[in-house]
Structures are given as C-alpha cells and as structure tokens.
C-alpha cells in the first residue's frame, strides 16, 4: 500500500479501516506480487471512496468485504421456495432475493380469475401473512438480508415481512433488505403496475417515512435500470432513464416534507450486467459520478453516504439463448466479471437454462459457484477498481456520462420523469433502441453464438425444473383456510380505515401493517386502493 493511500485512508476514514486494506492475505499473486488496495497516480483526486466515487463507494472495496451474493429465487407455493432458499443459504448464498409470481406483483390473489393460470409460475404465491410466514420459516430475519423484487405491492409485502418478524420476536430496528418499490420502470418498461403514476409515488414516499423511523436499516427503494435495459435499452439509456427515475423519486420525498440526507442514504439502484465487458465496467463507473454530482449540485445532498450510488447487479437474462444453454454459463461469467470489475455490492447470476424453464436446483448451484470462484479464485477483488486507468475505460466512462447527462438534460426539459412517461418519451427511445439491435441480429451483423452464427444440434437439457402443476389448486385451498379462519370483522374494519387514509394525506403503512396483522389479503388491500386512486392505463408510445 502506498504511504500516500494509507495516510489518506487513515485521515478520512481512520485506522481501523486503514487496517482492514490489509487485513484479507494474502494480497499477491502466484509469483509473490504485492498488491497495493488500489492503483492511482500521486495526485489522483478520484479514489475509491472518494466523491464523486466513480472508483468505487468504499476505499478498499472487496479486500474488506465481498459483495453480497445474492440468487433471484422464488416458484410456486412458500413451501417449495423456502426449500430452495435454505438449500442455496446452505451452498453459500449471503443473501435471500424473492421472486414473485405475476398475480401477487398486480394485487391479485391466487382465487382471482385474473390469476388463472399465472399462478406460482414466475415466482412464489403470497396472498397473506400466512404464506409468509411460511416462506421465512427457518430464516433468521436478525442475520438473513431480504431483498424482494417488488413494486406495485411493495408496500404489502413490505408489512407482512415486517409481520413475521414480529412473530419471530425480531424488532424492526435488526431488519435488513431491500424492496424494489421503483414503480417509474413499471410504466416505461414492465408493466406490472396498478395504480396511476402520481398515487404510486404517494406510496413510494410514504414507505421512505415510516422505515426512516421505523426500519432504518431497510433500503426503501432500489431503483432499477435492469429493466430498462432488459427492454433493449442502450447502456447510456439505462444509466440516464434510472438516475432519472431516481431523481424523480428524491424530488417526491422532498415534496413529501423530508430532508435529503434523511432518506437519501437508504436509496439503492439495481443494474444490468450486459456482455459487453468493456462498456458495461464503464457505465457503472459513470453511474455512480453522475449521481454523486446529481445529489451534490441539484439537491444539495451533505451526508456522503446521500451522494454514493449503491446497487445490485443482475446478470442479462435478455441475452440468455434457448439454444445451446450451455453457452450461457459462458455470458454469465462475463457480465458477473463486468459487475465486480465494476464495483458493484451484491450481485445475482443467471442461471444457464433460464430460457427455457425456471431454474434447476443444478443450474441455480452453477451460478453461484460462478460467482464464488471470481470472489475467490479470479484476484478481481483484490484491487479496488483494477481497470481504473485504462485508456479505454477512462475514455468510455466519460463519453457514457455526457450520453446519461444529455439524455437527463431533455427529459428535465419535459418536467420530470414523471411528465416524461407521461410523454411516452423514455418508452419511444428503448423501442427504437430495441429495434436497431433485434436489426442488427437478424441481419447478423451482430452475432449471437449458437443463433444466427455457429450453429449446431444440440438437445435441451434433461433436467428442467416443472412447476408442480397442483400449485394453483393448492394456494386457493390455503386461501379460503385464511379467510374462514381470520376475525372478518377485524380485517374489514382494518381495511375502512385504510380506505379512508387513502382519501387523505396519512402515511398509509401503519394503516397496511394493521390491515396485514388482520390476514387481509394481498387483493383485498390493493383492491381497497383501487377504489380509491384508480387503475392506470398504458400510455401508447
């Protein structure tokens, strides 16, 4: 380590940090090499932990401590996921990531005719505090990070996670996780929304207030660009439309009567990792200078933690080939490699048969094994941003960082994000960029093995996961059990008053906790809201 880099770790951040750049051995290679935490000219003014934090949030990132490794899980019933979530915590996984099947993630329970057929099959059934209860069972939610994929009904989920830990004696204070409740992305490019733009980020601002109080070691929002750039996106595109997002959602706060570096410090971002290696290190690196600069000059963010951009990545599922899955474990080591390289704190692996079926127990075991032999195996975490310098990346982080700054620039012209989804601004760009490159495939000048290039026989693989087909019929019985057992009067009352904050300005998570405490469902209370602000309606780019 170089005295300039360990005087200036022990100035700002003190010994004990300064100790910890070292504290991981043996930082060396197999031809006894030392590694310094990091590699920077003398007078570098840009290092890891250092605004605008384009190196990296933390100065000695992985040598302290390994990102969070995370695999996205979740399929029919509770029971059947909390099997899978103990198996992968048992394999080595530091992190629970939730799926959730489309009828829970549009307020609908699994009774609803709405739901037929969608069932437990993108992810698991929740219809009450009695599935959760039973998709927690063994997890110590003091110890286990939760992070849910959630946005529409993120603020139910929330309230029955925050339910079962009072059941299992954990205060709020202990929890940790994340819910995605980034509900903008919904309307430009997935479409699991229910309410219209404007009540939408009512909720959003109003979890943000409760966890400050109540959960504040919960990270409210993660504000995602994964799906943006599943949409086809280009990587400027997603860096612009998310930190667009995540203003938007700052703004509201502030609208809402909170002080920046009250809530700011909770905000997580959740990104693509794509397969081009090069410009994907560089946009995370511009991502996090652009949003530093964002929150320090537009918003006037104090709090260092409110100027650093954390996230999660999740590998390409848009790039994942039926054909030849075998070649995805290949893209999928890439882009986790791009995400460390790139400085990212937790990360999710696709797993190689994700074309085709929901992950196998064998397949999701790969991917986390990819992960963990670049953790251990590959030296990539040994050195804080170790492609900083390069020509290459330098040159290309800052040309996507005025792409992301224009793009950002015209949708400020609009009014907002918000007044630009209204627009249909954000949703034209992504169907243009996605047009080009499905182009750019079919005329093969862009190859995508085992596609349209290198072609071969090959048989799908044998050991495809199936949903267990009795899912549905399971989950209804569960259903009617809740509701025959519950004290109706209880949960009607829970759900008027709720109904009536929604008509006013109350924070309406207190009001859902006890609507949830209740064994009101997931449908009944999004129902309740439905009445109140409406249903939206896609806006036709």
């Not at 079919?442 to 199936?466: M, W």
């Amino acid at each position: 380590m170089t005295r300039a880099y360990e005087q200036w770790l022990k100035e700002v951040y003190g010994p004990a940090v300064a100790a910890k750049a070292e504290r991981r051995s043996p930082f060396s290679t197999t031809s006894g090499i030392e590694l310094d935490p990091v590699y920077a000219d003398v007078d570098d003014s840009d290092l890891p932990g250092q605004f605008p934090y384009t190196r990296g949030v933390h100065p000695t990132m992985y040598r302290s401590r390994l990102w969070t490794m995370r695999q996205y899980a979740g399929f029919g019933d509770a029971a059947e996921s909390n099997r899978r979530y103990r198996y992968l915590l048992e394999q080595g996984q530091t992190g629970l990531s939730v799926a959730f099947d489309l009828p829970t993630q549009m307020g609908y329970d699994s009774d609803s005719p709405r739901a037929l057929g969608e069932v437990g099959k993108v992810g698991v059934a929740i219809d009450s505090l009695a599935d959760m209860e039973v998709l927690l069972t063994g997890i110590p939610l003091d110890d286990v990070s939760v992070s849910m994929t959630i946005n529409s009904t993120a603020s139910t989920l929330l309230c029955m996670v925050l339910a079962v830990a009072e059941r299992q004696g954990v205060p709020f204070g202990k929890l940790r996780g994340t819910i995605q409740n980034d509900i903008l992305k919904e309307y430009i490019a997935r479409g699991t929304y229910i309410f219209p733009p404007r009540p939408s980020m009512r909720l959003v601002t109003d979890i943000f207030a409760f966890c400050k109080s109540e959960v504040p070691k919960w990270n409210t929002i993660s504000i995602s660009g994964y799906h943006i750039r599943e949409a086809g996106s280009t990587a400027a595109q997603e860096i612009a439309f998310t930190l667009a997002d995540g203003m938007a959602y700052v703004q509201a706060a502030i609208d809402a009567g909170l002080a920046v570096d009250e809530f700011a410090p909770r905000l997580a971002f959740f990104f693509n990792a794509h397969n081009d290696l090069m410009e994907e290190v560089s946009k995370f690196r511009a991502a996090r200078r652009l949003w530093a600069t964002l929150m320090r000059d537009r918003f006037g963010a104090k709090d260092p933690r409110s100027l650093m951009l954390r996230f999660h990545t999740q590998t390409a599922g848009s790039t994942l080939t039926a054909q030849q899955p075998e070649n995805n474990i290949v893209r999928v080591t890439i882009q986790a490699l791009a995400a460390v390289l790139g400085g990212t704190q937790s990360l999710h692996t696709n797993s190689m048969d994700e074309a085709l079926a929901l992950p196998s127990e064998k397949s999701a075991t790969i991917a986390l094994r990819t992960q963990q032999i670049l953790a251990h195996e590959a030296g990539v975490a040994d050195v804080a941003d170790p492609l900083g310098g390069s020509y290459l990346i330098e040159a290309m982080t800052d040309q996507l960082y005025t792409l992301a700054q224009t793009l950002i620039g015209r949708i400020d012209e609009m009014g907002g994000m918000v007044a630009a989804i209204e627009q249909g601004f954000p949703q034209r760009q992504i169907q243009d960029a996605s047009y080009r490159a499905q182009l750019a495939i079919e005329s093969r000048e862009q190859v995508v093995v085992g596609v349209n290039d290198f072609v071969g026989k090959a048989a799908p693989p044998a050991d495809l996961l199936r949903p267990n087909p009795e899912t549905e019929a399971i989950q209804k019985a569960r259903l009617t059990a809740v509701r025959s057992g519950r004290d109706q009067t209880a949960c009607d009352n829970a759900l008027r008053v709720l109904s009536k904050a929604a008509r006013g300005g109350d924070n309406l998570m207190p009001k859902i906790l006890d609507a949830v405490r209740a064994m009101a469902t997931v449908g009944e209370v999004s129902n309740t809201l439905r009445e109140v602000f409406g249903e939206h309606q896609e806006i036709l780019a």
